[in-house]
């Protein structure tokens, strides 16, 4: 089996870039940030949705594109889109722990439960989008 560590590493750093991103109400509400406006709660939000798709369908697919262009036939795609996945939900889930600690341990058990759930969810699609960048890589279609 030879699998490349390059898109699992790349998912972690972008799965830790949405653990943050997905919670820029609290983190904002929580901090000393003065708001300019009633809509910038809004605008920072919209941004970060911005910045988190940019990394998945940008820096991810793009990684992993590369990977399954350079990659031979003994690249193992099912064991390194298994390991971004993995390692995708894995730093999602520390990522959004460590900003739940931030904001304040009094979080409850449905907070717990939903934070499991998306770092479940955010590791299958961080699993989807490499296996569709290493497929295309390895298809010889370039684009």
């Known amino acids: 089996m030879n699998w490349s560590p390059v898109p699992p590493a790349v998912a972690a750093v972008v799965a830790v870039a949405i653990s943050v991103t997905r919670r820029i109400p609290p983190i904002i509400l929580e901090s000393s940030i003065g708001l ?29 594109y590369r990977v399954g262009r350079r990659g031979d036939d003994a690249l193992d795609v099912g ?12 730093a999602y889930l520390v990522g959004t722990g460590a900003v739940l600690l931030w904001i304040g ?18 590791g299958v699609e ?6 569709a960048g290493l497929a295309l890589g390895r298809s010889g279609i370039s684009g």
């Open 126 to 131: 961080l699993a989807v989008v490499a296996f």
């Open 105 to 122: 341990p009094d979080q409850g058990v449905i907070v717990a439960l939903g934070a499991l759930g998306s770092a479940v969810a955010v």
């Open 36 to 64: 300019s406006g009633p809509g910038a709660i809004s605008l920072y939000t919209l941004g970060g949705r911005f910045v988190a798709f940019a990394l998945v369908y940008g820096l991810l697919l793009g990684v992993a």
């Open 79 to 90: 064991g390194t889109t298994l390991a971004t996945g993995a390692v995708g939900g894995i």
